[in-house]
């Protein structure tokens, strides 16, 4: 190999190696970057035309702030760094919902509940999964503190759905289960804890053979929850025909009345029903969901009941931008004006007060606007005295 021959080899070796980035982080370009904030702001508007307030909290924080309560479950996907002023550690967010429960118990402890708060940012995990193999992506999401009427469930189930179908993601379907529904059955049927464990993963696993043996007196109706997930309508009418305890059937009814009013609400809307699934679910108190689309890779969001670490009963949303955006059809192409070397600032700037985003040339052109237009991917250009669109 010639001598430039190998230092051009080399130079594209190093322009690559600048460029790679660790696995599950990516950068975003345009016009996709655009379009995700877009997303963002429009979501953040549903959320705030029903009252929600937001709140931007930091994105690295004091570890032992991050994991109080519940944070705990994501421990294993935080960051870590040692901060040089405090010597405390510290951790990057793995999540943003927390933040906004320790601000609620907080700056904002004296504020009237119920509390509506919301959000939108990045979060970093040392992880990805096989569904998400990203480790830093955007949340957007919504809280509502302070409330323990069923109301609150149905309002945080109607509004995710209707703010990522304002959005034009289509198809959506609403996955909705209890985590304490198996738990009161077990507990109904004096279910050791070792034994309510091994029930549990077996659960988890969908695993009916393994449930059965491990279940004991509980095992008829934990299989049961096996066959019953599907269409909300009908595992809710085999939940009501089972033999449960006081405990069990009022969870059972208020699953009841939150079908019946989502479904009544959104009729577009497809609802399911888990009630044996609680993965994912482990530090949720209550009703909870997973918000879906057809056709679209991972769930969009998640959300359910849980408690804060102040001891406040809470539910809310957390949608999943980089889901979220694989539901949308391509951003529309913005116009973008091309304004000719020496087009005055004046005019510059009243084009842009009517609307046009421009690209002003900073150098005389070596060929005619309209082809210059035309290289640097402009929509339209200007003439002197109109706007005109740029041929194909």
């Not at 930091?58 to 960051?79: K, R, V, Y």
């Not at 118990?105 to 990045?122: F, I």
């Not at 998640?302 to 391509?330: C, I, K, N, Q, W």
Request: charged residues 20%; glycine residues 8%; hydrophobic residues 45%.
């Amino acid at each position: 190999m010639a001598p430039k021959t190998r230092a051009k080899a080399a130079e594209m070796v190093e322009e690559q190696s600048l460029a790679l980035l660790p696995a599950g982080l990516r950068d975003v370009l345009p016009p996709r970057a655009d379009w995700e904030a877009f997303a963002s702001e429009s979501l953040l508007g549903s959320f705030a035309a029903q009252g929600y307030a937001r709140v931007k909290p930091p994105l690295i924080e004091f570890e032992e702030t991050l994991l109080a309560g519940s944070g705990q479950d994501l421990a294993g996907q935080m960051f870590r760094v040692m901060d040089p002023v405090s010597q405390r550690m510290m951790g990057l967010r793995t999540d943003i919902t927390l933040q906004v429960a320790r601000i609620a118990g907080s700056r904002l402890k004296l504020a009237p509940r119920p509390l509506r708060l919301a959000y939108a940012g990045q979060v970093l995990r040392v992880r990805g999964t096989q569904l998400r193999p990203e480790r830093q992506f955007a949340q957007a999401g919504f809280e509502l503190i302070g409330a323990a009427a069923l109301a609150a469930d149905v309002e945080v189930a109607l509004l995710a759905a209707e703010a990522v179908a304002r959005l034009g993601v289509k198809h959506l379907s609403l996955d909705i289960t209890q985590p304490l529904l198996a738990p009161a059955i077990m507990a109904a049927h004096g279910l050791e804890p070792r034994q309510a464990k091994a029930a549990r993963r077996a659960l988890d696993r969908k695993d009916a053979a393994e449930l059965k043996a491990a279940a004991g007196a509980a095992g008829p109706d934990l299989l049961r929850l096996l066959a019953l997930a599907g269409p909300a309508p009908a595992a809710i009418q085999g939940l009501k025909a089972m033999q449960l305890s006081d405990a069990a059937a009022a969870i059972v009814a208020d699953l009841d009345r939150l079908v019946a009013e989502v479904a009544a609400a959104a009729p577009d809307l497809l609802l399911t029903l888990d009630p044996g699934e609680f993965r994912g679910f482990e530090y949720h108190t209550g009703i909870s969901y997973t918000l879906f689309a057809r056709n679209v890779r991972g769930e969009l969001g998640r959300g359910g009941r849980y408690v804060t670490p102040g001891g406040e009963t809470a539910t809310g949303f957390t949608l999943y931008l980089d889901s979220v955006m694989r539901g949308l059809p391509a951003m529309p192409a913005k116009p973008l004006l091309y304004l000719p070397f020496g087009t005055s600032h004046a005019v510059a700037a009243r084009l842009r007060a009517e609307g046009y985003s421009t690209w002003a040339a900073l150098e005389p052109e070596q060929n005619q606007p309209q082809q210059a237009a035309k290289q640097a991917n402009c929509t339209h250009w200007w003439d002197g005295q109109t706007v005109c669109a740029v041929s194909a």
